[in-house]
């Protein structure tokens, strides 16, 4: 795997429901067509010129002495790092991303730092048995559908749903907590399922992070887009109120009638 050097690693996020945030890794092979928008603003900026370009990642080889700079002058105002928001720490079949993003969860726990992470591969079990893993990590995998059909033209050099599931669930039941990411949830247009389905596959989770779609032009071409998303919301935080589980629903999702 290429690697690239970078001058600095840790940053404070904008997004909503984050607080502190790196990326390790330039690119992402599981070249998710939504479209990602990463790969967009990357574009955008020069930084990479092709889908391929993309579906090639590039791991940060200075990225662990960066964090012995980094953690000592931002820890007092870090309450956590998510991994990651550009690219995805676990990707699949990608053994050099995980390997790193590891150890990167290690270094950040050994100095209190909790994590919070999210990827659309699936967790290795060695996770919740290495040495001073705080168990307030929160483990998030992606999941807006149950159809291998639709991962495979959306998502597709990521891990399966179900295998995704089943690494959630074995973190869980040691004692981690977990969470899901439901965005970008598709329209009807795109594939029409049972969104009680996917909850009920994931029922153990202790959050559940739901959002729509935003930047398909596919799905513009869906006429009921507000009221769609407006009852599928609904139906998210009743599961959730139902399950005890924690609901965010991101901004934008539901609007007013
Ligand atoms: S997993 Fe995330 S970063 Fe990777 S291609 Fe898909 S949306 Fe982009």
Same mark, same amino acid.
Do not use: I, L, W
């Given at each position: 795997m290429q690697t690239i050097e970078r001058k600095t690693l840790l940053y404070q996020s904008g @997004? #909503?429901?984050?607080d502190f945030c790196l990326n390790? @890794? #330039?690119?992402?092979?599981?070249?998710?067509?939504?479209?990602c928008y990463a790969f967009m603003m990357k574009k955008r900026c020069g930084i990479v010129k092709t889908y391929e370009d993309w579906c090639r990642p590039k791991v940060v080889s200075n990225a662990l002495k960066l964090l012995d700079k980094e953690i000592p002058k931002y820890k007092d105002r870090i309450k956590h790092v998510h991994l990651c928001f550009s690219t995805?720490?676990?990707?699949?079949?990608?053994p050099e991303v995980v390997e790193l993003s590891l150890k990167i969860i290690d270094k950040l726990n050994q100095s209190n730092i909790r994590c919070t992470v999210l990827t659309k591969g699936f967790y290795p079990k060695e996770l919740a048995d290495?040495?001073?893993?705080?168990?307030d990590n929160e483990y998030g995998v992606t999941l807006v559908s149950l159809n291998e059909d639709f991962r495979k033209e959306f998502e597709p050099n990521s891990a399966s749903f179900k295998d995704r599931i089943k690494s959630l669930k074995y973190l869980h039941d040691r004692g981690f907590k977990t969470w899901v990411s439901m965005e970008p949830y598709p329209t009807p247009n795109l594939i029409k399922q049972d969104l009680r389905g996917i909850l009920d596959a994931i029922a153990f989770v202790n959050k559940i992070i739901f959002g729509r779609l935003n930047y398909s032009v596919k799905s513009?071409?869906?006429?009921?887009t507000k009221e769609f998303y407006n009852s599928l919301a609904l139906s998210v935080i009743n599961f959730c109120k139902k399950n005890k589980i924690d609901c965010h629903i991101k901004t934008g999702t539901q609007e007013k009638k």
């Open positions: @997004v #909503e429901y984050a390790h @890794v #330039e690119g992402c092979s599981h070249g998710c067509r939504y479209p995805d720490p676990f990707m699949y079949n990608q290495r040495n001073g893993q705080s168990t513009s071409e869906f006429k009921y």
